[in-house]
């Protein structure tokens, strides 16, 4: 299996906190991988320093080019996506014009399309008219998603999406994440609800205090009690 992203000693500050302290994993074509951790320990520090909206220091190679260093918008054009835990979306605009704004060309199909957005999520298309801010909580995290998978990114970053979701709508993305990657994106999630990430990973970290102290499958988590008392349980 190709490796499309890999990641070596990432380092991160914010001002004089040392946030990453030598990071290093690898992301698959095609694979689900969960980094996963309390609050606090740099996954989300993770993903924003590998999309350049924090400096790295260290090396991250995404289909075998470095592109530490590189601006958000460039890297957005190199193929990688990413769902911000806040969600960011434009709240005056409506549902369809929030799509619409994820698309990288009106030239080019991608893997994706509005119409494949309402068939994954068919209460986006009962909303298609309505205002964006006026959406519940579940439905801005649908909307966000699936903008920007009209980008068609090869890899996609999700920071937190089941976040103050209801049990049947994180069951809803949970469901979307594995049809992402049956249409061979590549998906980074940071979560924290430890059962969406062994229902639908492949393989999975976990980080303490910076760096990477755990690699394996969800298999092999579910079963290693003594890992997920001391880095995962509150």
Same mark, same amino acid.
């Given at each position: ?6 990641? +070596?000693?990432?380092?991160? $500050? $914010? ?9 290093? &994993? ?27 909206? @924090? ?27 990413? @769902?911000?835990?806040? +969600?960011?979306? &434009? ?11 994820? /698309?990288?060309?009106?030239?080019? /199909? ?7 957005? $309402?068939?994954? &999520? ?15 909580? *579940? ?18 970053? @999700?920071?937190?999406?089941?976040? *103050? ?6 069951? /809803? ?8 990657? +049956? ?8 979560? /924290? ?11 999975? $970290? ?27 349980? @509150?």
């Amino acid at each position: 299996m190709t490796t499309m992203l890999d990641v +070596r000693d990432l380092h991160a $500050y $914010y001002g004089k906190s040392h946030i990453l302290q030598g990071v290093s &994993f690898d992301v698959k074509e095609g694979e689900i991988v969960s980094l996963l951790g309390r609050n606090g320990v740099g996954r989300s520090t993770t993903i924003k320093a590998i999309m350049g909206l @924090v400096p790295p220091q260290g090396t991250v190679n995404y289909r075998g080019r470095n592109i530490a260093g590189m601006t958000p918008h460039e890297i957005a054009h190199q193929g990688l996506g990413y @769902v911000p835990e806040d +969600r960011s979306i &434009f709240p005056t605009l409506t549902v369809r014009q929030n799509l619409l704004l994820g /698309q990288k060309s009106t030239r080019k /199909q991608g893997r994706w399309s509005v119409d494949d957005m $309402y068939k994954l &999520f068919p209460r986006l298309e009962e909303r298609a008219d309505t205002l964006a801010g006026v959406l519940s909580g *579940g439905e801005q995290q649908m909307l966000t998603m699936c903008r920007t998978l009209l980008g068609d990114p090869d890899l996609i970053m @999700v920071d937190e999406p089941t976040e *103050g979701l209801a049990p049947k709508i994180t069951e /809803q993305v949970g469901d979307l994440l594995s049809e992402i990657a +049956r249409r061979g994106v590549s998906v980074l999630l940071v979560e /924290q609800k430890l059962t969406i990430a062994l229902r639908i990973s492949q393989r999975l $970290y976990v980080m303490g205090h910076g760096h990477i102290v755990y690699e394996g499958t969800p298999d092999a988590l579910a079963k290693d009690e003594a890992v997920r008392k001391e880095w995962l349980e @509150v």
